[in-house]
């Protein structure tokens, strides 16, 4: 498996108690559900839908691509990827 470094921002990172973790895994799907586990608190019923993909309002990029949100079980990772997870954000 490969090791990758995930970065959260805002509300994951106040829940978490981190801004940035190395985790291994095969998919984006496989990091996220470790994410959601390793942190103060366990994120997942904010992160994922009942059925298992991640909710639409946060955005996904592997290495600054965009990723779409219902397809991290089938996107693959290597070693030295970078996953960003961006929380949903408001104000005007």
């Given at each position: 498996m490969a090791e990758i470094r995930v970065m959260v921002y805002t509300t994951l990172r106040a829940r978490l108690g981190f801004s940035r973790i190395d985790l291994s895994g095969k998919t984006v799907s496989g990091l996220l559900s470790k994410l959601a586990v390793s942190g103060k608190a366990d994120v997942s019923g904010l992160l994922f839908e009942p059925g298992g993909a991640?909710?639409?309002?946060?955005?996904?990029?592997?290495?600054?691509?965009?990723?779409?949100?219902?397809s991290t079980n089938k996107i693959k990772v290597k070693a030295g990827d970078i996953l960003h997870v961006f929380p949903p954000i408001s104000g005007g």
């Open positions: 991640v909710r639409n309002h946060f955005v996904l990029t592997l290495n600054s691509e965009i990723l779409d949100n219902k």
